[in-house]
């Protein structure tokens, strides 16, 4: 008898490999876990043959992993954790044939797990009529003894081989299976006969199936997975279910033996950690007291208090309490992790309790000499150990030594014990590779330095690395999650959290971040990653106090302005011979349409002018800082707009200064051959080239002290980059003039009104982070299917609804299986993912957890749906489309249907000469017809979607064409212009002020404090009242008070620049702009102005006549100045009773 008899005339072809893993589960763990994935590939063949499910991507030799996560297949899939049994045979199957230790009891699940597929299968997929009870299970009994000696387990090679050739002979079958089929007409009538049975038979499987698939084991058996891929052995004796003695095991406190459900273990035999599972719908955290009761026990047997884990099999919380600790610290909070410890990651966490203090750290005076440096790394120490923080961020000026600080705190955690392995992490390979070297030439042989970028499998205590690079070694799991002591991340700004903010959630490490552009925004804050409230970082040593300190040079700013620069270039305003160069200009092959006017911020992208180019290169020749007692410009950075512009200025500089011979100017870019080279030369004060011209590449971290001139070619409108930029510049060089005369200060020729733009308060607002394409095609296909299900979609017709919906419900379901549930970063969404893995869940409208589950996947990227970018990029078109027209929004709609009709023209027009493109001539006649605009169905674009996005990729790839004019420019005066360094809004300027702007938040429920916040004057007796509750804080004394008032006479305004103003207040106050003959142009002033006044608390009245707030074209001066005459009133505080 076997457990699998009743294979023998439901599923034959799968029966003789079930047989083989049963009977090797008593003599070979190995075999039985191979035999059991064998016979899962033959049961996912014949479920494929007996359904009729398309192969994914059409591939014949698609993968299992492919097979089990095709949409289609999973459509079969009512249970969950089904798939999840899928998954783990699989998973242990392979690492059998690789030769991986496998235990008897991962083999015993292994072969259980087959046992709940096959029963499932035969009862839902079977053409014969078999009565098998669902209550069924694995009988072990049934599994055979060996009688005498047991055969000697098959060594790794040996498995390894045997893998192989099952899987040929697996391949063999499957070719005559396929060729059976084809030729067998009495077989294809008997599936098809089988097909209409199943039709019948399948139905409501999910709410007739009554099978318990046991959660419980499915989830345990994840845990123990997990467990393995973090290097525990599972089959060892002390493992799992750990008697606990001396604990209370009852609500009265009753002392008794608990059970552990696992500890790990140290090699030194004592608890490392306790872990408690519990279910997978509820949250880890539920199980902390308990495993806290053990953890307490097995302190009192072993002295040692383990660290504490729960988990649910999905998520895991980890709980590093230092209780008993003699230095008396607690430990940390329970926190997140993605996966489990290894041993040698609970070691290290062990040993950093007995850490030294950092109180009193020694910091290395050959690395850090300065006292701003000194103090950084002393607060990033205090951080770490007073305020029990795990994460710092350091705000220093560029050019202040961030790598060298960097050093200094690395030394000071690896000689006081805190840290071990640190990673380096920056944005671009230059940056890596220039860390790494620095990090080398200092530590040499003390700390020894890792490149992951050259060198991946190289092992170290400094590693270097990129964001993209270190999330692919993740996703391989090249790292343990907390192999990291310490991360160190260079230039961290809000792009890094939002793309990148799974890389701290799966490493459990301290993290330094080193930043010179902090920011203020509420929801993707930099800040916000390290823990830290606005505008609070650990430390800060700003561009001014650098300057003032002597230790950075500050920029001086000049304007060079032409009109084309400025206005742009106006068709009406070009001379009669100008005109006809104009004409003469093959703008648009296909329409012969001319513009009228190059607005300003498209010159110098594809178009460029010569006479506006060359006044500025002449410029910079003129005015430029000179070195060689003037007789050659200095170092200077160019930035440009472009590859093209870059090439264009290299060859102007050519042309107005040949007697260079060519040398002088070089384009140095990421599409530079050995641009490293030329980097190192224009390092080199003795080479050329003097001038590099850089397209986003020399923006950050190339420290080339000699650089005295910055030129601006292009606009910016990051605040984070305008600064980095400006860095380039500020670093001393001695002597640079002549003995004696150093270096004072660098020029920054500023083309593009950058620093107009930075100077005016509101540019310290960043936008918002461009969600990735797939994120947007995820969240508009969730709202299309929102639209769908709604009470007021009744204008869809029922055919419409059907089709669209089914479709929507495919793409949605298919993304979600298509995840690879053993990547990390899906690990942390898995409670997600196996929710919305059931079709159940999409048979009727999404509850608002579904709908929050889904969208919680859109960070993980990948590509919702298969094909070319093109493919996806006509997906989310169609698919906007059809959520315009459900949602009725018309105006919207009529433009994407006339893309898409743009789409169908330039298809058409290939049609004749690719057959791919004229097989979907029915789909493209319908899109050019009159009844494209006035009547498509939901349905109809749906098809076409479907049909045409396999096809878009073949349309020419457009690329833009260059045009160079000649034309005469007006140049205006190249004047001075200040650059405002103050960064206030970043950080608060001074301690006092600080302190002030705290207590102030705690005050908000004063009427005084809400009245300087509505914009009105404070009175003396308001004042006093304000004193009063300062003082009776205890934190200020009346010499603060006087000081505070000499240094802000007006309160009212001091106040509100700290708060701001409230957004009713200030739509109270501007309401009187904006009536119902305000022209657009006047609303969008009066909105940016509220912005600000509410963020800032005031405004320059000045600034509101120029960029960014309006084009003073546009706007009448009278109406402009009455507006500045509103904002410099609220500026000084409006009189209560006007």
Known sequence: MSNFDFLTISIPEVHQNALKAESALRIDAPMAAIYSRITLEQLIDYLYRVRSIPLPYGKVDATLNDRLRNPEFLRLI???????????????????????????????????????????????????????????????????????????????????????????????????????????????????????????TFTGTA????????????????????????????????????????????????????????????????PLAVIEAKRTKRDPSEGQYQAELYARGLYAQYGVYPVIITTNGADHTLWDKWEHNPNGKPGYPPRAILAFPTRDDLERMHARRNAK??????????????PYQIRAVRAVGNAFDEENRRRALLVMATGTGKTRTSMAIVKMLSDAGWVKNTLFLADRIYLVTQAVNAFRGQFKTELSVVNLLTDKNASGRVYGCTYPTIMSL????????????????????????????????????????????????????????????????????????????????????????????????????????????????????????????????????????????????????????????????????????????????KARFDALYPHYGG????????????????????????????????????????????????????????????????????????DIFGPGAHKQDFLVFDCCRNIEFFNNELATTEGTIQKSQAARTLETTLALLTALDSPGNSQVAEADYQVLRSAVVQQLRGFVCSLNTESPFVRKHLTAVQALSSENVWSTKLDAQSQAHVLSLAELGGNIGDGSPEARTFDLTVRTLQLDLVEGNSAAAAKRLE??????????????????????????????????????????????????????????????????????DTTFESVEAQIQTNTTGTVDPTEFEAKIAHRMRTLMGMAVVQKARD???????????????????????????????????????????????????????????????ATEEQIRLVTMLTDALVKHGTVEPASIFGEPYVDTRQLDYTWLGDVAATVQALNQGIPQNT
């Open 207 to 270: 709410s007739t199936d009554i099978r318990d698939y046991d959660e419980a084991q499915t989830r345990a058996a994840l845990i123990d997975y997990e467990l393995e891929v973090a290097g525990w052995d599972i089959a060892a004796k002390n493992l799992r279910e750990v008697p606990v003695p001396n604990i209370p095991i009852r609500k009265d406190g009753t002392l008794g033996t608990g059970s552990a459900d696992y500890v790990l273990w140290g090699v030194d035999g004592k």
């Open 899 to 968: 893309r898409i009709r743009d789409i169908a023209v330039a298809l058409t027009e290939l049609i004749d000469r690719v057959p791919a493109i004229e097989k979907q001539k029915a789909h493209l006649d319908y899109v050019l017809s009159e009844a494209w605009n006035e009547q498509v169905s939901l349905a109809r674009l749906e098809a076409i979607r479907e049909d045409v996005r396999g096809i878009i990729h073949l349309l020419p790839k457009h690329e833009r064409k260059v045009f160079y004019t000649d034309f005469a």
């Open 663 to 734: 040398s002088f100017a070089r384009v140095i870019t990421h599409s530079t051959e050995r641009a490293q080279a030329l980097i190192d030369d224009f390092s080199d004060p003795q080479k050329m080239p003097q001038v590099a011209i850089s397209v986003d590449m020399l923006d950050t971290g190339v420290d080339v002290p000699e650089v005295l001139n910055l030129v601006f070619f292009k606009a910016v409108r990051s605040y984070a980059k305008y600064w980095q930029m400006i860095g380039r510049g500020t670093r001393l060089c001695p």
């Open 1015 to 1077: 914009g009105y004057a404070l009175t003396e007796e308001d004042e006093q009242e304000l004193d009063a509750a300062f003082v009776a804080s205890g934190e200020f004394t009346v010499t603060d008070i006087l000081t505070m008032h000499e240094s802000h006479p007006n309160l009212g305004l001091f106040l509100r620049s700290i708060m701001g103003m409230s957004l009713e207040a200030v739509q109270e106050h501007l309401k009187v702009f904006i009536q119902e003959d």
């Open 474 to 649: 993740i996703d391989q799991r090249k790292f343990s999650p907390g192999f990291f002591d310490l991360i160190i991340v260079d230039e961290a700004h809000r792009s890094v959290y939002a793309k990148y903010r799974q890389i701290f959630e799966y490493f459990d490490s301290l993290v330094v971040g080193l930043t010179a552009t902090p920011k203020d925004e509420v929801d993707r804050d930099t800040y916000a990653l390290f823990e830290l409230n606005k505008g609070e970082p650990t430390d800060h040593y700003p561009l001014e106090t650098a300057v003032a300190e002597g230790y950075l040079v500050p920029p001086r700013g000049i304007n060079l302005g032409t009109e084309f620069l400025t206005e742009g270039i106006r068709y009406d305003s070009l001379t009669d011979e100008e005109k006809e160069k104009w004409d003469l200009i093959d703008w648009d092959e296909e329409t012969d349409e001319k513009p009228t006017h190059i607005e300003p911020q498209l010159l110098n992208t594809y178009l460029f002018n010569q006479q506006t180019v060359d006044h500025v290169i002449n410029e910079l020749m003129t005015r430029g800082h000179r070195v060689e007692n003037g007789n050659k410009l200095g170092k200077t950075i160019i930035f440009a707009h472009n590859q093209n512009h870059a090439q264009y200025l």
């Open 357 to 370: 203090s950092l109180k009193n750290a020694p910091i290395s005076e050959a690395l850090v000499d300065r």
């Open 78 to 200: 009512t249970v969950p954790a089904l798939t999840t049994k899928m998954h783990l045979i699989r998973r242990i199957g392979n690492d059998a044939a690789h030769g991986k230790r496998i235990t008897p009891q991962a083999a015993a699940q292994a072969v259980l797990d087959l046992h709940h597929l096959l029963i499932w299968a035969v009862r839902y997929h079977c053409p014969h009529e078999i009565n098998i009870d669902p209550r069924t299970v694995f009988d072990l009994a049934k599994v055979p003894h060996i009688q005498g000696t047991a055969p000697k387990p098959k060594t790794s090679k040996e498995l390894i081989q045997l893998a192989e050739e099952l899987e040929e002979t697996r391949k063999t079958h499957q070719a005559q299976l396929a060729q059976k089929d084809t030729e067998n007409k009495a077989l294809q009538e008997r599936l098809a006969q089988l097909e209409e049975r199943l039709k019948h």
